[in-house]
């Protein structure tokens, strides 16, 4: 079975700083792996995706994120942190397989922006 | 244009109510998911329907139970309300024929059982 996990529960950085959120999962194929978003009282926002292909994928909001199959990870970034970004935000696996196509997520990590 | 929409928002009851949650996604999808976000934030898969058929029940107390009267909906009843079911629920959608499992999730429904 599948399984995500996400080491930082919590962190903060300064508005304009560096970020970068980990993201380490196990399963024994080539998964799918996704970043969503969740601001306070929100539903889930997809920031970005890797299926296949180049692994340093952009998404919404000036993230990216890189697969390292070696490492299995895929960890989120972002060049310059904006006080908005301050939101929940989830890595999660899932498989192609039409009897489970559910997304297995990570618990989580907390950013908190500094002004 | 909502894509995927979850009534109510917000659901306050005593335990031992019954309450159900609707949910109703115009994107076209062939499966929907059920899953619940507890106190700390976890979020897990609950149950999973593909053009109407149950396809993934994890564990899940027999309390619960979905319902998909069609594609584009699949609602989510709750028998005798325990303290424990106080969660968000979210609803979630997405096509087979997508190659990535990309799923769109509805706002969520915050239970709260006293």
């Known amino acids: 079975a599948q399984s995500v996990t996400q080491p930082d529960i919590h962190i903060t950085v300064s508005e304009g700083a560096s970020l970068e959120l980990r993201c380490n999962y196990s399963y024994g194929a080539t998964p799918y792996l996704f970043w969503y978003v969740q601001s306070p009282g929100q539903g889930l926002q997809l920031l970005l995706k890797y299926f296949s292909g180049d692994t340093l994928v952009q998404g919404i909001k000036g993230f990216e994120a890189e697969f390292k199959r070696s490492q299995s990870s895929f960890n989120l970034r972002k060049p310059s942190v904006h006080w908005s970004d301050a939101a929940e935000y989830f890595c999660a696996v899932g498989t192609g397989y039409t009897g489970r196509r559910a997304l297995t997520f990570g618990s989580g990590t907390r950013l908190q922006v500094q002004p | 244009d909502t894509a995927v929409s979850q009534t109510p928002k917000y659901l306050v009851t005593q335990m031992g109510n019954d309450k159900s949650i609707k949910c109703e996604q115009n994107?076209?999808?062939?499966?929907m998911y059920w899953y619940k976000q507890d106190s700390k934030k976890f979020l897990k898969i609950m149950f999973s329907y593909n053009n109407k058929e149950l396809i993934i029940n994890e564990t899940v107390p027999n309390r619960f139970s979905p319902k998909s009267p069609d594609k584009a909906h699949l609602n989510l009843h709750i028998n005798s309300l325990e303290l424990g079911d106080s969660a968000v629920y979210f609803c979630?959608?997405?096509?087979?024929?997508?190659?990535?499992?990309?799923?769109?999730f509805g706002p969520g429904t915050r239970l709260t059982v006293l």
């Open positions: 994107l076209g999808h062939d499966t």
């Open positions: 979630a959608s997405s096509t087979t024929s997508g190659r990535d499992n990309e799923q769109f």
